[in-house]
């Protein structure tokens, strides 16, 4: 099972079953659910500014520059770590670097496996095991005014997602989508589309004034050709396409949005073993409206 890292203890459904399942599905006849909204977005981390009220501009500035330190690194487990909240100057972003610094400082892969015991329900959506850790991360969070995550629910379909989260339907040729959203409306979950191949991926919402820990390995952040994509609904979106995973970033006025798709140039033998070109990249980020995510 992919994780964006290891950052959350709790994933939904493997891909696998769901890949069955949808299989099973689309014997006969595709039962393909298509929603196309006006406006739109994909995916979080850039600088925007809104042009006309209708679309937002994005700037390129790669996964480098939003690289953060791995708590987790061991010899087998290498590359480079970016965080997903945030653009590079924000306060989501800093914040996230701060707590994972903190986390790599503190050895929390040994702190973790050591106390098993947690302080507050509330700190169990963080790695938090120790009073010391809770009380730095609070001490983060208010020193960028941001607020923490208080529960979370689970979701298993797109409709479930939706309702829990408020927003308007924003996946076309969706198959199946599962995980969890935050009380904020934040989420986090597993999807596929299918639309002439499957696109398994796993994609984020993260409320700005909300601290999510969540970041993702990405290997070495240098292989990836990255660009600038005005999708169909007529929003800029940062597309980075690596080896064996691409990352789709934008940042909306109210959230931060990302997605990673477990498919590269190169493949991806457990998700998308056949290599994603360029057109089939563009073609995903068509397949989402984030507008009503903002």
């Not at 937002?56 to 791995?70: E, H, M, P, Q, Y």
């Not at 010899?75 to 909240?85: C, F, M, W």
């Not at 820990?213 to 990255?226: F, M, P, R």
Request: charged fraction near 20%; charge should be negative; aromatic fraction near 12%.
């Amino acid at each position: 099972m992919e994780h964006w890292d290891k950052v959350f203890d709790e994933m939904p459904a493997s891909f696998e079953d769901r890949i069955v399942s949808t299989l099973a599905s689309l014997e006969e006849k595709p039962k393909i659910r298509r929603f196309r909204m006006p406006g739109g977005l994909i995916a979080a981390a850039l600088a925007v500014v809104i042009l006309g009220g209708t679309a937002w501009a994005i700037d390129l500035f790669g996964l480098k520059s939003i690289t953060v330190s791995d708590p987790y690194a061991t010899p087998e487990a290498v590359g480079d770590v970016i965080a997903l909240q945030g653009v590079p100057e924000s306060a989501e972003f800093r914040a996230n670097a701060q707590w994972m610094d903190y986390l790599t400082a503190s050895d929390v892969v040994s702190r973790s496996a050591a106390d098993g015991s947690i302080i507050g329900e509330s700190y169990a959506l963080y790695s938090v095991y120790t009073a010391e850790m809770a009380e730095q991360l609070e001490n983060i969070a208010s020193a960028y005014g941001l607020k923490l995550h208080t529960s979370r629910q689970d979701f298993y379909s797109e409709s479930e997602l939706c309702s829990l989260a408020g927003v308007s339907p924003f996946i076309s040729n969706c198959a199946a989508i599962s995980g969890y959203v935050y009380e904020d409306g934040s989420f986090q979950g597993d999807g596929t589309n299918v639309d002439g191949r499957f696109y398994e991926y796993q994609i984020g919402r993260y409320r700005k004034g909300s601290f999510s820990e969540v970041t993702l390995n990405i290997g070495n952040a240098g292989d990836y050709d990255e660009w600038i994509y005005t999708t169909a609904s007529g929003v800029d979106v940062q597309l980075s396409m690596g080896p064996d995973r691409c990352v789709l970033l934008a940042d909306l006025p109210g959230s931060f949005v990302a997605v990673n798709l477990l498919g590269g140039t190169s493949g991806n033998s457990m998700f998308m073993p056949d290599p994603i070109t360029k057109a089939d990249l563009e073609a995903f980020a068509d397949m989402f409206d984030f507008s009503s995510l903002s």
